[in-house]
């Protein structure tokens, strides 16, 4: 019989950045995939802090000189759409227009 394990929930996974002004490092830490897998495409070395019990990584930490951190962190301008913008009132994504040309 194999034991269940404990995974993190959505509300358990955490990002935190803090920002070592005197070494001008940002320290990262993650409990999220998803964050974990941007970092990774941004090039950026992880090490795993934790592990579930059947050993697959839960944990991930990271320093980066602060000023990448902030450039990757930057929310985006207003009124921009992107990939992950929820859809307007009308249901369509924002920025899309509808039945005809750009005006």
Request: hydrophobic share 35%; charged share 30%; proline share 6%.
């Amino acid at each position: 019989m194999r034991t269940r394990v404990h995974r993190t929930t959505r509300e358990e996974m955490e990002t935190t950045i803090t920002f070592n002004r005197h070494e001008g490092v940002a320290e990262c830490c993650t409990a999220d995939p998803a964050v974990m897998r941007r970092w990774t495409r941004a090039g950026w070395r992880l090490e795993v802090l934790g592990r579930y019990a059947d050993g697959t990584p839960r944990t991930w930490q990271t320093a980066v000189p602060w000023r990448l951190a902030v450039k990757f962190g930057r929310p985006r301008a207003a009124g921009t759409a992107g990939d992950g913008d929820a859809p307007s009132a009308s249901g369509t994504p924002r920025g899309e227009r509808i039945g005809g040309a750009e005006a």
